[in-house]
């Protein structure tokens, strides 16, 4: 049975202009991205999808709260896309940060990519937009210098990794879901950390610090994304069909102690057997919100290769690395913008 044949007796017609849906409403992405689509006259409507509303004023965006863990959400949100003539989806239902309510993230991440796509299955939507860290490619000692797209994802060699492995899983469901839905367009989008001076993540929230753990003997290369530039990536793949995975990072990659430096903060050196002990037991006590395994992040690189959305899709970040460190000490950024 086609698409066509699949579309209900009471469904809306599809209105003239575009109409999107997206979950992750009330994330920073979402957020901002709401914000865009909004100002855009090629689309007619948005959809936003999330536990709470957006605290602004919504004109052409209808808000419906799902809660991705309950069993019944993809039967909630294929009726709302059906019903909407929504023609592109947007999943950035994802945390940003570990958890200690695993189980929880695993009904978030991996159950409610389920259920989203099941919805997509079950309605008329041609495009599908898929967020996920490129953290996912995992730091190992024997990554290249640059991580292509078609390297493995590789975070969650342990078991305790689920906040990697849930990920995985999700981009797992994807990759199956295109192979299944020829006639719909899959986007993955693997977005280097994100640093912004009121970021969340745990990222900014170290390099905030006054000290700033390193392991001795160990300095590995990092990257960054601006908030503006994940942005812009994100609507780009939303306003042009782009199927396939890309990698979207900032210009530029440093030795982490250098990051340190420039920054003002204080390393503090850790041997590695130490920190390993320490955080274990930290973690397990929930007293700290890192687990031992982001400490392969402070050994070893996981450096994107942007090549493909350069050449692909003419995506160049407006901000290098340089910049996007003094926006997060909130300096200016004159120096350091990228051309368009």
């Known amino acids: 049975m086609s698409m066509a044949d699949e579309q209900g007796a009471g469904e809306a017609k599809r209105p003239s202009g575009r109409v999107v849906a997206l979950t992750g409403a009330r994330g920073p992405l979402g957020l901002e991205l709401i914000r865009r689509l909004e100002r855009d006259r090629h689309y007619d409507k948005v959809v936003a999808f999330d536990l709470q509303k957006p605290a602004f004023p919504l004109e052409k965006t209808q808000f419906h709260k799902i809660d991705l863990t309950l069993p019944d959400a993809d039967s909630q949100m294929a009726s709302v896309l059906r019903g909407e003539g929504v023609d592109t989806f947007i999943h950035l239902a994802f ?11 695993h009904e978030l991440e991996s159950i409610g990519t389920m259920h989203v796509l099941n919805a997509c299955s079950e309605s008329r939507v041609s495009r599908y937009v898929h967020w996920n860290q490129g953290m996912c ?27 990697f492995a849930d990920k995985i899983d999700a981009e797992r469901q994807v990759r199956a879901f295109a192979d299944e839905r020829a006639g719909v367009s899959v986007t993955v989008l693997r977005l280097a950390p994100v640093l912004a001076p009121d970021g969340t993540n745990f990222i900014s929230r170290m390099l905030r610090s006054r000290f700033i753990p390193v392991l001795m003997g160990y300095d590995p290369l990092v990257q960054f994304l601006h908030p503006e530039d994940a942005v812009r990536a994100l609507k780009l793949v939303v306003d ?45 006590g929930q007293v700290i919100d890192v687990p031992p395994s982001f400490l392969n992040f402070l050994k070893y690189p996981c450096v994107l290769d942007t090549d493909r959305v350069r050449r692909e899709l003419g995506f160049t970040p407006r901000y290098d690395i340089h910049a996007i460190l003094a926006t997060l000490v909130g300096e200016s950024t004159d120096g350091g913008v990228q051309a368009a």
């Open 240 to 284: 042009r069909e782009a199927p396939g995975v890309f990698n979207i990072a900032g210009d530029g990659v440093l030795p982490l102690r250098t990051v340190v430096g420039l920054l003002g903060r204080v390393p503090m050196p850790i041997p590695r057997p130490v920190a390993r002990r320490v955080t274990g037991v930290l973690w397990m």
């Open 95 to 105: 945390l940003s940060d570990f958890t200690h309510r695993s189980a929880w993230a």
């Open 137 to 163: 490619y995992g730091a190992h000692a024997r990554n290249p210098a640059f991580l292509s797209e078609d390297h493995p994802l590789r975070a969650s060699s342990s078991p305790n990794d689920t906040f």
